[in-house]
């Protein structure tokens, strides 16, 4: 928490120039293109004893395949590299694309993580990632908010400038962030604040409401994603 309110100043300074924040209040979606075919596994076969005559029946035949469609939402947390779309009121997509770790000189470890917003709604969407994203869960399950910060950023050797945005219709910005956490520690789960315009009642006072959760391992049913709507912007919902 220590290390979001080093950005608070920040984020005054720039909601004083820029307005509020866009907030986010529908839930985010990931959805597969194709289809997933679960072929049921097979049943073990019964082998029949030697020297003894009687015949051993075997298994049932199997069910055929099933075709099931396969989409995650929150509670679920989604996989680095997903394709996650909102729509409601703010059109966008949203992708973790890389997340590492670096071990300073200083004796302190940094997470590092990059974060693609493509802005997909005809009217501009301004955002704060240095804010509203933040490492939420350790590897091992400790929980947290490990939020980034310019010093970090330094530590690991990043020029970074924090700030927030506008992007404007189908315009698409990559953000790397990095933040502090517990030496030799690694990230398990990253969080996207999608609303930060609402907190959470009672404490802790996380910034925002409405959750985007990545996990860090890929997507192991489905490495495809559903593509952007014709001409880049999806319709109202």
Not at 13 to 19: N, Y
Not at 100 to 128: C, H, M, Q
Request: charged share 10%; net charge positive; aromatic share 10%.
């Amino acid at each position: 928490m220590k290390k979001l309110l080093l950005l608070a100043p920040l984020l005054l300074a720039v909601l004083a120039c820029t307005g509020t924040l866009t907030g986010i209040t529908g839930a985010p979606v990931y959805i597969c293109p194709t289809p997933i075919v679960l072929t049921p596994t097979p049943l073990p076969t019964f082998v029949p004893i030697p020297g003894y005559p009687t015949l051993v029946p075997f298994p049932t035949a199997l069910p055929p395949p099933t075709v099931t469609p396969y989409a995650l939402r929150p509670p679920a947390a989604f996989y680095r590299g997903d394709a996650v779309f909102t729509r409601s009121p703010q059109a966008a997509r949203f992708r973790l694309v890389n997340v590492s770790v670096v071990n300073t000189p200083a004796g302190r470890t940094v997470a590092i993580w990059e974060l693609e917003i493509k802005n997909l709604s005809g009217s501009g969407y301004d955002v704060f990632p240095a804010y509203q994203s933040y490492v939420s869960q350790l590897v091992g399950g400790s929980t947290g908010v490990w939020g980034a910060s310019t010093n970090a950023a330094a530590d690991a050797g990043l020029t970074a400038t924090y700030e927030a945005i506008s992007l404007a219709p189908n315009e698409t910005r990559s953000f790397t962030l990095a933040g502090f956490i517990p030496y030799g520690a690694a990230p398990d789960r990253i969080t996207f604040m999608l609303d930060p315009t609402t907190r959470p009642t009672p404490p802790p006072r996380l910034p925002g409401s409405n959750a985007l959760v990545w996990r860090m391992d890929t997507n192991p049913y489905c490495s495809a994603a559903i593509a952007d709507p014709p001409g880049g912007v999806l319709p109202p919902p």
